[in-house]
Each structure stands twice: as structure tokens, then as C-alpha cells.
């Protein structure tokens, strides 16, 4: 089992850029693919970001390939999200989520695919 904590979330200009952290609990954080998404009020959860547990191989969706970059420490058992030359459309409570050992596949992109949540950050894009 593991529990996570996001942070880094905030308000910032469009075209700024912000840093969030997932911060792990447990001595497995190495065998967890994990990922962020987010969610913008009246809009459903979306994916945004995966990296892999077996070689910390990288996707993105589309809205965000260029400008977000995922990264995992896993001594710090920590998942990190640089996210630069944000948008408006970036405003969202971000997520991040743990999967066991799961293999990048289609259900990789889908929030049901995963038992572990943090709380959310919330990061607000001003135009």
C-alpha cells in the first residue's frame, strides 16, 4: 500500500511555470508506475502525464507534450511534474496516482486503472 501527498500547487501568470511534487510513503515506491491527471471544475478527470515503474519511460497527452515534464527520484520516493509556458487552460486540481508494476497500455491513460490517490493540488493559470 501506499499513501501520496501532492504539493507545489499555486497561482501563476500565463507563461509561468510551476513544480509539483508527489511524495510517497512505503519502501516499494520503485515498483509503482505513476501518474498525474488533473481536473478542471465541471470537466472529468483527465490524464496528463505517466512514468513507468520497470524504466521510467515518459508519456503525455497531447495538451501538454513540450511543456510538462515528469520525473521520479526513487530514493526520495517522490514523482515530480515541471510544468513551463503554462496556459489558461492548464487551471485544474492535479492529481497524482500509483499503480502496481502496471505496463503502459491504453487503461494506463484511465483513472480507474489506478488504487492509490493523493489529495490534489490546485494550480490556477492567470491570463
Known amino acids: 500500500q501506499v499513501q501520496l501527498v501532492e504539493s507545489g500547487g499555486g497561482l501563476v501568470q500565463a507563461g509561468g511555470f510551476l513544480r509539483l511534487s508527489c511524495a510517497a510513503s512505503?519502501?516499494?515506491?520503485?515498483?509503482?508506475?505513476m501518474t498525474w491527471f488533473r481536473q478542471a471544475p465541471g470537466k472529468e478527470r483527465e490524464f496528463v502525464t505517466t512514468i513507468t515503474w520497470s524504466d521510467s519511460s515518459t508519456y503525455y497527452s497531447d495538451s501538454v507534450k513540450g511543456r510538462f515534464t515528469i520525473s521520479r527520484d526513487n530514493t526520495k520516493n517522490t514523482v515530480y511534474l515541471q510544468m513551463n509556458s503554462l496556459k489558461p487552460e492548464d487551471t485544474a486540481v492535479y492529481y497524482c496516482?500509483?499503480?502496481?508494476?502496471?505496463?503502459?497500455?491504453?487503461?494506463?491513460?484511465?483513472?480507474?486503472?489506478?488504487?492509490?490517490w493523493g489529495q490534489g493540488t490546485q494550480v490556477t493559470v492567470a491570463s
Open positions: 496516482a500509483a499503480s502496481w508494476r502496471m505496463a503502459w497500455r491504453t487503461a494506463t491513460r484511465l483513472a480507474r486503472s489506478y488504487d492509490y
Open positions: 512505503g519502501r516499494t515506491f520503485s515498483s509503482y508506475t
